[in-house]
Protein backbone atom coordinates (compact mmCIF):
# COMPACT_ATOMS: atom_id res chain seq x y z
CA UNK A 1 0.00 0.00 0.00
CA UNK A 2 1.80 3.27 -0.80
CA UNK A 3 1.69 6.71 0.47
CA UNK A 4 -0.56 7.95 -2.70
CA UNK A 5 -3.32 5.35 -2.10
CA UNK A 6 -3.31 6.13 2.17
CA UNK A 7 -3.63 9.71 0.93
CA UNK A 8 -6.60 9.59 -1.10
CA UNK A 9 -8.34 6.55 0.70
CA UNK A 10 -7.92 9.50 3.80
CA UNK A 11 -9.31 12.48 1.60
CA UNK A 12 -12.11 10.66 0.75
CA UNK A 13 -12.76 9.36 4.18
CA UNK A 14 -13.12 13.03 5.06
CA UNK A 15 -14.87 13.90 2.28
CA UNK A 16 -17.62 11.36 2.93
CA UNK A 17 -17.72 12.64 7.20
CA UNK A 18 -18.02 16.10 6.29
CA UNK A 19 -20.35 16.05 3.43
CA UNK A 20 -22.27 13.61 5.61
CA UNK A 21 -22.61 16.47 8.43
CA UNK A 22 -23.01 19.66 6.13
CA UNK A 23 -25.46 18.37 4.08
CA UNK A 24 -27.26 16.76 6.89
CA UNK A 25 -27.29 13.24 5.57
CA UNK A 26 -27.13 11.75 9.16
CA UNK A 27 -27.41 12.48 12.27
CA UNK A 28 -24.06 12.69 14.28
CA UNK A 29 -23.65 9.27 15.08
CA UNK A 30 -24.97 8.30 11.76
CA UNK A 31 -22.23 9.79 10.40
CA UNK A 32 -19.81 8.75 12.62
CA UNK A 33 -20.98 4.60 12.17
CA UNK A 34 -20.59 5.47 7.83
CA UNK A 35 -17.56 6.46 9.05
CA UNK A 36 -16.33 3.18 10.63
CA UNK A 37 -18.32 1.62 8.13
CA UNK A 38 -15.92 3.65 5.23
CA UNK A 39 -12.94 2.44 7.19
CA UNK A 40 -13.99 -1.18 7.14
CA UNK A 41 -14.58 -1.48 3.33
CA UNK A 42 -11.49 0.30 2.59
CA UNK A 43 -9.37 -2.18 4.40
CA UNK A 44 -11.92 -5.63 3.78
CA UNK A 45 -12.06 -4.25 0.24
CA UNK A 46 -10.31 -1.66 -1.81
CA UNK A 47 -10.16 2.13 -2.45
CA UNK A 48 -12.78 1.22 -5.40
CA UNK A 49 -15.26 -0.06 -2.77
CA UNK A 50 -14.69 2.95 -1.10
CA UNK A 51 -15.41 4.69 -3.75
CA UNK A 52 -18.24 3.04 -5.08
CA UNK A 53 -20.00 2.99 -1.09
CA UNK A 54 -19.51 6.52 -1.66
CA UNK A 55 -21.49 6.98 -4.97
CA UNK A 56 -24.22 5.28 -3.35
CA UNK A 57 -24.17 7.54 -0.31
CA UNK A 58 -24.49 10.90 -2.87
CA UNK A 59 -26.82 9.78 -5.31
CA UNK A 60 -29.01 8.19 -1.94
CA UNK A 61 -28.99 11.79 -0.57
CA UNK A 62 -30.06 13.41 -4.21
CA UNK A 63 -32.92 11.46 -4.05
CA UNK A 64 -33.61 11.74 -0.13
CA UNK A 65 -33.74 15.58 -0.52
CA UNK A 66 -35.58 15.77 -4.00
CA UNK A 67 -38.99 17.83 -3.15
CA UNK A 68 -38.07 17.63 0.62
CA UNK A 69 -39.88 20.13 1.73
CA UNK A 70 -43.46 18.76 -0.15
CA UNK A 71 -42.28 15.57 1.56
CA UNK A 72 -41.94 17.30 5.09
CA UNK A 73 -45.29 18.94 4.41
CA UNK A 74 -46.67 15.52 3.65
CA UNK A 75 -44.89 14.00 6.10
CA UNK A 76 -42.97 11.51 4.14
CA UNK A 77 -39.53 12.57 5.04
CA UNK A 78 -37.05 10.15 6.58
CA UNK A 79 -36.32 11.66 10.23
CA UNK A 80 -36.94 15.13 10.83
CA UNK A 81 -35.62 16.59 7.55
CA UNK A 82 -34.71 13.74 5.80
CA UNK A 83 -31.44 13.11 7.80
CA UNK A 84 -30.64 8.92 8.62
CA UNK A 85 -29.54 7.48 12.14
CA UNK A 86 -26.94 5.16 13.05
CA UNK A 87 -29.20 2.23 12.67
CA UNK A 88 -30.48 3.40 9.10
CA UNK A 89 -26.46 2.90 8.21
CA UNK A 90 -25.77 -0.23 9.88
CA UNK A 91 -28.87 -1.98 8.29
CA UNK A 92 -28.12 -0.57 4.47
CA UNK A 93 -24.20 -1.40 5.18
CA UNK A 94 -24.70 -5.03 7.48
CA UNK A 95 -24.33 -7.30 3.86
CA UNK A 96 -21.93 -4.92 2.16
CA UNK A 97 -19.36 -5.64 4.92
CA UNK A 98 -20.50 -9.02 5.38
CA UNK A 99 -18.83 -9.52 1.35
CA UNK A 100 -15.90 -7.72 2.05
CA UNK A 101 -14.67 -9.97 5.35
CA UNK A 102 -15.56 -12.53 2.95
CA UNK A 103 -13.65 -11.16 -0.23
CA UNK A 104 -10.50 -10.26 2.50
CA UNK A 105 -10.85 -13.94 4.03
CA UNK A 106 -10.80 -15.29 -0.17
CA UNK A 107 -13.39 -17.55 0.54
CA UNK A 108 -14.57 -19.36 -2.46
CA UNK A 109 -13.16 -17.17 -4.82
CA UNK A 110 -16.13 -15.16 -5.78
CA UNK A 111 -16.59 -11.56 -7.84
CA UNK A 112 -17.15 -10.03 -4.46
CA UNK A 113 -16.68 -6.29 -5.73
CA UNK A 114 -19.69 -7.25 -8.30
CA UNK A 115 -21.50 -8.79 -5.25
CA UNK A 116 -20.83 -5.74 -3.22
CA UNK A 117 -22.48 -3.60 -5.84
CA UNK A 118 -25.05 -6.08 -5.75
CA UNK A 119 -25.58 -5.35 -2.40
CA UNK A 120 -25.72 -1.16 -2.79
CA UNK A 121 -27.95 -1.31 -5.95
CA UNK A 122 -30.43 -3.36 -4.08
CA UNK A 123 -30.81 -0.55 -1.05
CA UNK A 124 -30.18 2.62 -3.46
CA UNK A 125 -33.21 0.77 -5.66
CA UNK A 126 -35.22 1.06 -2.45
CA UNK A 127 -34.39 4.44 -1.50
CA UNK A 128 -34.61 5.93 -4.75
CA UNK A 129 -37.96 4.02 -4.91
CA UNK A 130 -38.97 5.28 -1.54
CA UNK A 131 -37.94 9.13 -1.50
CA UNK A 132 -39.04 9.69 -5.44
CA UNK A 133 -42.15 6.54 -6.05
CA UNK A 134 -44.06 9.33 -3.02
CA UNK A 135 -44.79 11.93 -6.04
CA UNK A 136 -46.88 9.30 -8.05
CA UNK A 137 -50.64 9.19 -6.90
CA UNK A 138 -51.52 6.29 -8.07
CA UNK A 139 -50.00 3.40 -6.02
CA UNK A 140 -50.76 0.12 -5.36
CA UNK A 141 -50.15 -2.49 -2.78
CA UNK A 142 -47.36 -5.39 -4.50
CA UNK A 143 -49.35 -7.90 -2.96
CA UNK A 144 -52.98 -7.14 -3.77
CA UNK A 145 -52.84 -4.66 -6.24
CA UNK A 146 -55.58 -2.59 -4.15
CA UNK A 147 -55.20 1.09 -4.47
CA UNK A 148 -53.47 2.91 -1.32
CA UNK A 149 -51.77 6.13 -0.54
CA UNK A 150 -48.28 6.93 -0.90
CA UNK A 151 -45.41 5.90 1.99
CA UNK A 152 -47.44 3.00 2.73
CA UNK A 153 -44.56 0.35 3.21
CA UNK A 154 -45.39 -2.25 0.18
CA UNK A 155 -46.40 -0.03 -1.95
CA UNK A 156 -45.32 0.17 -5.57
CA UNK A 157 -46.13 2.49 -8.41
CA UNK A 158 -44.97 3.06 -12.33
CA UNK A 159 -42.80 6.13 -10.56
CA UNK A 160 -41.35 4.55 -8.13
CA UNK A 161 -40.29 1.39 -10.37
CA UNK A 162 -39.40 3.26 -12.19
CA UNK A 163 -36.78 5.35 -9.79
CA UNK A 164 -35.86 1.92 -8.13
CA UNK A 165 -34.62 0.63 -11.84
CA UNK A 166 -32.68 3.64 -12.59
CA UNK A 167 -31.03 3.85 -8.66
CA UNK A 168 -30.35 0.53 -9.43
CA UNK A 169 -28.42 1.26 -12.42
CA UNK A 170 -26.21 3.65 -11.32
CA UNK A 171 -24.63 1.55 -9.19
CA UNK A 172 -24.30 -0.55 -11.73
CA UNK A 173 -22.38 1.83 -14.16
CA UNK A 174 -20.43 2.61 -11.37
CA UNK A 175 -19.03 -0.94 -10.87
CA UNK A 176 -18.13 -1.17 -14.31
CA UNK A 177 -16.56 2.15 -14.85
CA UNK A 178 -14.27 1.14 -11.51
CA UNK A 179 -13.63 -2.15 -12.54
CA UNK A 180 -11.68 -1.12 -15.60
CA UNK A 181 -12.25 -3.96 -17.45
CA UNK A 182 -13.70 -2.36 -20.50
CA UNK A 183 -17.51 -1.96 -21.03
CA UNK A 184 -18.79 -5.21 -19.42
CA UNK A 185 -22.83 -5.26 -20.23
CA UNK A 186 -23.18 -8.47 -18.29
CA UNK A 187 -22.12 -7.03 -14.90
CA UNK A 188 -24.00 -4.01 -15.53
CA UNK A 189 -26.89 -6.19 -16.30
CA UNK A 190 -26.76 -8.34 -13.06
CA UNK A 191 -26.75 -5.49 -10.80
CA UNK A 192 -28.92 -4.00 -12.21
CA UNK A 193 -31.92 -6.38 -12.33
CA UNK A 194 -30.50 -7.70 -8.63
CA UNK A 195 -30.36 -4.51 -7.46
CA UNK A 196 -33.86 -4.01 -8.89
CA UNK A 197 -34.89 -7.67 -7.56
CA UNK A 198 -33.92 -6.88 -3.96
CA UNK A 199 -35.94 -3.43 -3.85
CA UNK A 200 -38.97 -5.73 -5.25
CA UNK A 201 -38.21 -8.24 -2.06
CA UNK A 202 -38.20 -5.48 0.47
CA UNK A 203 -41.65 -4.33 -1.36
CA UNK A 204 -43.37 -7.84 -0.73
CA UNK A 205 -41.51 -8.00 2.98
CA UNK A 206 -42.65 -4.78 3.82
CA UNK A 207 -46.46 -5.28 3.14
CA UNK A 208 -46.08 -9.04 4.80
CA UNK A 209 -44.23 -8.16 7.46
CA UNK A 210 -43.49 -4.83 8.16
CA UNK A 211 -46.97 -3.40 7.86
CA UNK A 212 -47.65 -5.73 11.00
CA UNK A 213 -44.69 -4.88 12.95
CA UNK A 214 -42.74 -8.05 12.70
CA UNK A 215 -39.91 -6.74 10.86
CA UNK A 216 -38.67 -3.04 11.43
CA UNK A 217 -37.55 -0.90 8.24
CA UNK A 218 -33.71 -1.63 9.07
CA UNK A 219 -34.39 -5.39 9.04
CA UNK A 220 -36.54 -5.65 5.85
CA UNK A 221 -33.80 -3.52 4.10
CA UNK A 222 -31.15 -5.97 4.73
CA UNK A 223 -33.27 -9.15 4.67
CA UNK A 224 -34.09 -8.11 0.86
CA UNK A 225 -30.61 -6.81 -0.13
CA UNK A 226 -29.44 -10.32 1.16
CA UNK A 227 -31.60 -12.32 -0.84
CA UNK A 228 -30.72 -10.35 -3.83
CA UNK A 229 -27.00 -10.79 -2.73
CA UNK A 230 -28.12 -14.73 -2.48
CA UNK A 231 -28.79 -14.52 -6.30
CA UNK A 232 -25.82 -13.29 -6.95
CA UNK A 233 -24.25 -15.66 -5.38
CA UNK A 234 -26.14 -19.03 -6.65
CA UNK A 235 -25.73 -17.15 -10.68
CA UNK A 236 -21.88 -17.34 -10.14
CA UNK A 237 -22.32 -20.87 -9.19
Not at 28 to 43: D, E, N, Q, R, S
Not at 92 to 112: C, D, E, S, T, W
Not at 156 to 167: D, K, M, N, W, Y
Not at 209 to 219: A, D, I, R
Request: charge should be positive; hydrophobic fraction near 55%; include cysteine.
Amino acid sequence: MNIYYIITSVAILLTLFVFALKFNVFDFKGTVAALIVGIIVLVLGSLYWLILMLIFAVTAQLATKFRIKEKMQRKLQEGENGERHASNVIYAALIGIAIAVMNAAKIGGFPYFLIFGVSFASVNADTFASEIGVFDSNVYMITSLKKIRPGINGGISLLGEAAALFGAFIIGISYVILNFHGFDVISLLVITVLGFTGCQIDSILGALFENKGKMSKGQVNAFSTLLAVAIAFILYL
